[in-house]
């Protein structure tokens, strides 16, 4: 319905962009791609990243001390600047970080909504969830496995790793 009333509009866009760029030229990347070749990588702070991030549910009372919370921010370290992009796209629907840093960070509505991490049990899900939205992640609380921190930890990255290397849309349960 929407794609119809715009159809001639888009269709003029379309004409003019391939006159610049030929649609050969692109057509081989999907839009993940195609922002970094037009926008290049961001450089991600972490520690701003850390600082303007809230928690809810069950990490909500550690925060940064909860084994699961302390696990994804050792991962995300780890990560090179492409795959931070990708958590970034995943979580928000943007590789790039606002000019203002991550206590600029909008939803869907213009407001600022700050990165959020969700917990959800291993019983509704085993890989994390994004509500590009409002910024959150829902993030399974891999400490239900037990105590010992490496299976957690392994787990966690593994479960990460797959999404953010997955061509997934929108419905992922």
């Given at each position: 319905?929407?794609?119809?009333?715009?159809?001639?509009?888009?269709?003029?866009?379309?004409?003019?962009?391939?006159?610049?760029?030929?649609?050969?030229?692109?057509?081989?990347?999907?839009f993940?791609?195609?922002?970094?070749?037009?926008?290049?990588?961001?450089?991600?702070?972490?520690?701003?990243?850390?600082?303007?991030?809230?928690?809810?549910?069950?990490?909500?009372?550690?925060?940064?001390?909860?084994?699961?919370?302390?696990?994804?921010?050792?991962?995300?370290?780890?990560y090179?600047?492409?795959?931070?992009?990708?958590?970034?796209?995943?979580?928000?629907?943007?590789?790039?970080?606002?000019?203002?840093?991550?206590?600029?960070?909008?939803?869907?509505?213009?407001?600022?909504?700050?990165?959020?991490?969700?917990?959800?049990?291993?019983?509704?899900?085993?890989?994390?969830?994004?509500?590009?939205?409002?910024?959150?992640?829902?993030?399974?609380?891999?400490?239900?496995?037990?105590?010992?921190?490496?299976?957690?930890?392994?787990?966690?990255?593994?479960?990460?790793?797959k999404?953010?290397?997955?061509?997934?849309?929108?419905?992922?349960?």
């Open positions: 319905y929407l794609l119809d009333r715009v159809s001639t509009q888009l269709g003029q866009l379309l004409r003019g962009f391939y006159d610049v760029i030929p649609q050969a030229l692109i057509s081989c990347f999907d993940q791609e195609l922002e970094l070749l037009c926008c290049g990588l961001t450089q991600i702070d972490l520690n701003d990243w850390r600082r303007n991030t809230i928690y809810t549910k069950s990490y909500k009372s550690l925060g940064d001390c909860h084994p699961v919370i302390r696990w994804f921010w050792e991962c995300v370290g780890e090179d600047d492409e795959t931070r992009c990708r958590l970034l796209q995943f979580v928000t629907g943007s590789s790039r970080v606002p000019v203002s840093g991550f206590s600029g960070l909008q939803g869907n509505d213009g407001n600022v909504r700050l990165f959020t991490i969700d917990s959800v049990s291993l019983k509704d899900s085993i890989f994390p969830r994004a509500h590009t939205c409002f910024n959150r992640l829902d993030l399974p609380d891999f400490s239900e496995l037990g105590s010992v921190d490496e299976i957690g930890r392994d787990k966690l990255k593994d479960a990460l790793t999404v953010l290397h997955m061509e997934l849309g929108f419905g992922l349960e």
